[in-house]
């Protein structure tokens, strides 16, 4: 009997839009229209490259991401996905989302087109209710055209519909976000993303972060709590910090990226986690387009990762959805006890930050809130990790030098540093290894270390 072929996603990064948001920090092009079509041939030239590598595999998932998909015109979108269905081995069943601005989305005989050449899942760039938030953050759409979007995608026969929404806008109240959810759900999506503002360090909105009449962190927790209460009244099930859906209707291609499930991705800016690989593109479309022309170097990371050396990263990904960790996944996945963990989250339950149910750890609502510092501690009290110096003062020289004199193992999750630090550290460590016992590779542990 054959086994069955390892599912895998495909990520479509489309880097054009028609002008860049105010808070977004994406790697994405205004005014490069006359690069589509360049860039649509190089697409399909990688993708048609790449697919031998992929036969293993069924590709169960595909998500046009962006930047503006839908900007990039049916007739290119078209041509990619053909790319994908002839060249890859795609289920039958598989999810194929195309992310859409509602101003590039009101054409319900394009979208039709686009759901019968495979697209079968449709995510809108709603934002707001509200034009004057959509204007002051730079959003060039209107409610008007995001209600005309979604009316074209049911009349396109779109049955599974994605929204938006944000939180946290410039000088928006709790009463003002309940208005926007609630005119969210009058248009019946069967899924809702509700994403807190962040503030980039680059962005014109963290320019004039003082002046532009954010909420604090205090009002942010209100609406976020709302949200989550508010949704779960209404039949929508919160299954990741910042997802919710209706029964069945979960994204399954960004349940991938929590899970360490497979995915391979293609575009500027676009990472992978193929082959035991962690890699990205650079951010830079001409780089691309001549990178796939001329079979040049295109990568601006690569990092091959151990099986056994993920745990970290199951931990860290696994307390952002609602199903949480499950302890005899990670002692079977990573042979080693999660019992270190314990004391930890037992903390967590007493605060009401983390539930305990059939056998399954979780962070609530309130844990969510918090998830950074929870993730931070957590980690800290289950892996063998030295911090006594800093970093940025003393150097990742001094602080390997320093555990080997005291025999500390040392831990240092290459999902936090950068892959040049990361190969750096891992050089530096290696002159350590033979006269000093307790040093370690990075990601590799003592099974019987105690702190």
């Avoid at 028609?18 to 092009?29: A, E, G, P, W």
């Avoid at 394009?110 to 204007?135: I, V």
């Avoid at 926007?180 to 009058?186: C, E, Q, T, V």
């Avoid at 530096?428 to 590799?444: E, M, T």
Wanted: proline share 6%.
């Amino acid at each position: 009997m054959r086994p069955m072929p390892a599912p895998l996603g495909l990520y479509i990064h489309i880097p054009f839009c028609k002008s860049k948001c105010v808070y977004c920090d994406f790697y994405s092009l205004p005014r490069s229209e006359s690069r589509m079509d360049d860039y649509t041939d190089a697409l399909c030239a990688h993708l048609a490259e790449t697919a031998p590598f992929a036969a293993g595999h069924l590709v169960d998932t595909v998500y046009f991401g962006g930047g503006t998909p839908s900007y990039l015109g049916t007739k290119r979108l078209v041509k990619i996905l053909k790319t994908i269905l002839k060249k890859y081995k795609v289920d039958k069943q598989a999810e194929i989302t195309l992310e859409a601005n509602p101003d590039s989305a009101g054409d319900w005989k394009e979208l039709r087109t686009l759901r019968r050449c495979g697209f079968n899942r449709l995510s809108l760039g709603m934002q707001s209710a509200d034009d004057e938030e959509l204007s002051e953050i730079g959003r060039v759409h209107t409610m008007a055209q995001t209600e005309a979007a979604v009316e074209a995608a049911r009349k396109a026969k779109f049955q599974n519909l994605s929204l938006d929404l944000i939180y946290g806008l410039p000088h928006q109240t709790l009463e003002g976000w309940q208005k926007n959810l609630s005119a969210a759900l009058d248009l019946t999506p069967e899924h809702l993303s509700c994403y807190g503002l962040k503030v980039e360090e680059g962005t014109p909105l963290f320019a004039r972060r003082g002046t532009a009449g954010l909420p604090g962190d205090d009002a942010q927790a209100d609406m976020y709590l709302y949200t989550v209460e508010f949704l779960k009244a209404q039949g929508y099930e919160q299954y990741e910090i910042s997802n919710f859906a209706k029964p069945g209707c979960a994204s399954r291609h960004n349940l991938k990226y929590w899970t360490l499930g497979e995915y391979a991705g293609f575009g500027p800016g676009a990472h992978s986690d193929f082959g035991g690989v962690r890699y990205a593109y650079t951010k830079d479309l001409e780089g691309y387009i001549r990178g796939v022309r001329d079979h040049a170097p295109m990568l601006s990371e690569s990092d091959r990762i151990p099986p056994l050396d993920r745990d970290t990263e199951w931990v860290m990904l696994g307390l952002r959805t609602t199903a949480g960790l499950d302890p005899k996944a990670f002692e079977r996945r990573f042979r080693r006890r999660f019992t270190c963990f314990l004391p930890f989250l037992d903390q967590c339950a007493k605060a009401g930050y983390a539930v305990e149910e059939d056998g399954r750890w979780h962070l609530t609502p309130r844990g969510f809130l918090v998830s950074n510092q929870i993730i931070g501690e957590l980690l800290d009290a289950g892996l063998p990790v030295f911090t006594e110096l800093n970093l940025v003062d003393d150097g990742y020289d001094a602080l390997i030098a320093k555990a080997a004199q005291k025999g500390l193992p040392l831990f240092l999750s290459s999902t936090m540093l950068y892959r040049a630090e990361t190969q750096y550290i891992k050089r530096r460590v290696a002159a350590f290894a033979k006269p000093v016992n307790y040093i370690y590779h990075i990601g590799q542990y003592l099974p019987d270390w105690h702190p």
